[in-house]
């Protein structure tokens, strides 16, 4: 009878402790879960800043009272009196201040007749930052353009402009990227 109240201890003690191991990874498992899910967060508001810097130059590209304002320039005019990017030898980086044309979107939004050049936060709630860079790569015939009817006197400029976000805290940075081709009067 001793024998078996030993051997109901032993299973007793076995059953306790495979209970006690599945409850500690259930509770590893979630808590890995949870840092996906805010790292997944993260991601989604650095890219919805990126993408909000890519709005804002093309914003600024448009403003017809910023383009009508002689002390201000908008970012595509000022990207092309900079230096011409190279994609096979230059990068345009999120962290290369000097070279390109930067525009920083923050909570204060987008306002008519202003470069949008201040520093601050994109969001306040978790900071994130929102900034772009602007880059001239070349003067090309426009495809299907007026340059074929005609021969007007019109070329299409190309630009890279790369929108940037991150969120405070966080070592990556989410970057997009587009090129735009703006018609313009052909140089001679």
Known sequence: MR????????????????????????????????????SMQQSGLAFDAAEAALAGVF???????LLAND????????????????????????????????????VNGLTTNTNHTEAGDYQSEIRTQSWSRTAFVREQACRGSSNVIGGSNISCHVFIVRGC?????????????????????ASN
Do not use: H
């Open 71 to 106: 002390t201000l320039m908008d970012p595509l005019s000022a990207a092309r009196q900079g230096t011409p990017l190279d994609p096979q030898t230059d990068a345009l980086s999120c962290f290369e201040n000097a070279q390109w044309t930067n525009r920083q979107l923050t």
């Open 59 to 65: 914003f600024e590209a448009e403003d017809e009272i």
């Open 165 to 185: 976000g991150q969120v405070e805290g966080k070592a990556s940075v989410v970057a997009n990227t587009v090129s735009a081709a703006v018609l313009a009067p």
């Open 3 to 38: 024998k078996q109240q030993g051997v109901v201890l032993i299973m007793a003690l076995l059953i306790l402790l495979s209970l006690t191991v599945i409850g500690i990874s259930a509770v590893s498992s979630s808590l890995s879960q949870s840092k996906m899910a805010m």
